[in-house]
C-alpha cells in the first residue's frame, strides 16, 4: 500500500463555550487525552471503494511557559474503521508501544473573543532510518539498509494485521512518514478542538499474503469538517484500558461511531 494524502484545511467550526479569559492565557499544563481523525476514500482489495477512516488516540502531557506549550506524547492505540465489513485492519499494541514521537510545541494566542491553538508541522517516521525525514523517498526493500524492525517483532519496519472476508489474513510490514499540524480553539477549560492538517505516505516492504502486498489508493475525504482532533485534560492519570472503553463518549462521538464496530 503507498499513499500520500494531503489535506489543507482553511476553516472549521466550534461552539464556543466562554472560558473566562480576558486578556490572559488559561493555563492548560496537566495531562490530556487526544484524538487525531484521518478520514481517506480508499479503494481495498474485494471491497472497492470505501471511506477509511483512523482515529489515533494518545495522552499528552501538557508544560506551559506563557503563550508556549511543551507537549510530550504516548501512543495508545489506533482504531481503523475500513468503512466495510470485508476488510479488517489492525495496528497492534506493539505498533503503537514502539512509537516514541519528540516533543512538539504549541503557542496559544488571545484573538479577543478566543483563544486560539495552534501547532506547527511535525514529522514522523516509522520504521525506517532516513538522512533526510522530509525528502528522503521511502525504502521499498526490506533489505534496504535505513530499514529497521522498529516494534521488536522480528519483522522488518512495523507490522499491522489485515484480514479480508474473514478468511484471508496475514501480515503486513511497512514503512510510514507522517506529517501533521494542529489549528484549534480553547472551547472550555478543559477542552480543545479543532482541525488537521496532514499527509501521510506508506509502502509496503512485504507481506505473508500475495493479496496484501496491493497498493491501495487514499485520498483525503473531500468534507474538511472530519478532519479533527480534540483534547480533554483529564484531573487523574488514567490507562489507555481506560481510554479504549470510554474515547467516543469522552470526545463526543458516541453517536456516530457504533460501539459494536470496535
Not at 503507498?2 to 463555550?17: A, E, Q
Not at 473566562?20 to 493555563?27: E, R, S
Request: hydrophobic share 45%.
Amino acid at each position: 500500500m503507498k499513499s500520500r494524502n494531503p489535506v489543507v484545511l482553511g476553516v472549521f467550526v466550534v461552539l464556543l463555550v466562554g472560558i473566562g479569559v480576558c486578556g490572559a492565557l488559561p493555563d492548560l499544563a496537566g495531562t490530556w487525552a487526544m484524538v487525531q481523525v484521518y478520514p481517506q476514500a480508499a479503494v481495498l482489495p474485494f471491497a472497492g471503494e470505501v471511506t477509511r477512516t483512523s482515529y489515533v488516540m494518545q495522552w499528552v502531557e501538557i508544560e506551559q511557559d506563557g503563550a508556549t506549550l511543551t507537549m510530550r506524547d504516548r501512543y495508545c492505540f489506533t482504531f481503523v474503521d475500513d468503512g466495510t465489513p470485508l476488510v479488517t485492519t489492525e495496528i497492534p499494541a506493539s505498533f503503537m508501544a514502539a512509537l516514541r514521537p519528540l516533543p512538539r510545541t504549541a503557542t496559544l494566542s488571545d484573538q479577543g473573543d478566543e483563544i486560539v491553538f495552534a501547532q506547527p508541522p511535525y514529522l514522523e517516521v516509522r520504521g525506517a532510518v532516513l538522512e533526510s525525514a522530509e525528502s528522503d523517498a521511502l525504502p521499498t526493500d526490506p533489505d534496504d539498509p535505513r530499514v529497521f524492525d522498529q516494534d521488536g517483532d522480528g519483522h522488518p519496519g512495523m507490522t499491522v494485521l489485515v484480514k479480508i472476508l474473514g478468511i484471508i489474513e496475514g501480515q503486513t510490514y511497512i514503512v510510514q512518514r507522517v506529517r501533521y499540524a494542529l489549528l484549534g480553539k480553547v472551547v472550555e477549560p478543559d477542552r480543545i478542538e479543532g482541525s488537521i492538517e496532514w499527509s501521510d505516505e506508506q509502502t509496503v516492504l512485504e507481506a505473508t499474503n500475495a493479496l496484501l502486498k496491493v497498493d491501495t489508493i487514499g485520498v483525503p475525504d473531500p468534507d474538511p469538517a472530519k478532519h479533527l482532533f480534540v483534547m480533554v485534560r483529564l484531573q487523574e492519570p488514567l490507562t489507555c484500558e481506560w481510554l479504549r472503553a470510554h474515547w467516543r463518549e469522552l470526545f463526543g462521538f458516541a453517536e456516530s461511531i457504533a460501539a459494536c464496530s470496535m
